[in-house]
C-alpha cells in the first residue's frame, strides 16, 4: 500500500463517524475497498477531485447511496455491476464522472465480498 493510499485511508475513516456513518466496521470496509482497488475511482465525500482536479472518476459512494436509497433490489445491481462492469452507454453518472464505465472487477474482489461493502455504501448517510 503506497503512503498516498494510506493517508486517504485514514483521511476517510477520520471524517466517517462526523458524518453519520453506518454502524458496520467502517475501518474493515475502507480497507476491503482500498486493497480491491475501489478507492482508485471512487472517494466517499461527493466533490472530491481525481487526479489533475478532474471530475473523479466513479460516483462518490455517499451519491450512489443517495441515488439508490430505498430502491428495491438495489444491492443486488451494484453488485452485479461492481463484479461484471457497467455500460457506458447508460450511464446515469455522466456528466458527473470523469469515467465512461466500472469495469469488470471479479478478478479484483470475491462476490460475497463486493454484496457486503455494497450494503456498507448503501448504508452511508448524506452529507450534512
Do not use: F
Not at 49 to 57: N, R, S
Not at 62 to 68: E, H, L, P
Amino acid at each position: 500500500m503506497t503512503s498516498r493510499t494510506i493517508s486517504l485511508l485514514a483521511i476517510a475513516m477520520a471524517t466517517l463517524p462526523a458524518w453519520g456513518a453506518p454502524a458496520a466496521d467502517d475501518a474493515t470496509m475502507l480497507k476491503l475497498a482500498s486493497g480491491s482497488g475501489c478507492m482508485t475511482c471512487h472517494h466517499i465525500e461527493p466533490g472530491a477531485k481525481g487526479p489533475d482536479g478532474l471530475a473523479p472518476i466513479g460516483p462518490a459512494w455517499r451519491d450512489v447511496a443517495a441515488r439508490y436509497r430505498g430502491t428495491p433490489g438495489a444491492a443486488d445491481q451494484l453488485t452485479r455491476t461492481v463484479m461484471a462492469g457497467s455500460n457506458p452507454y447508460s450511464s446515469h453518472w455522466k456528466g458527473k464522472v470523469s469515467g465512461l464505465a466500472m469495469p469488470p472487477n471479479e478478478v479484483a474482489i470475491k462476490e460475497a465480498d463486493a454484496r457486503q461493502l455494497v450494503d456498507w455504501i448503501l448504508k452511508l448517510d448524506a452529507v450534512k
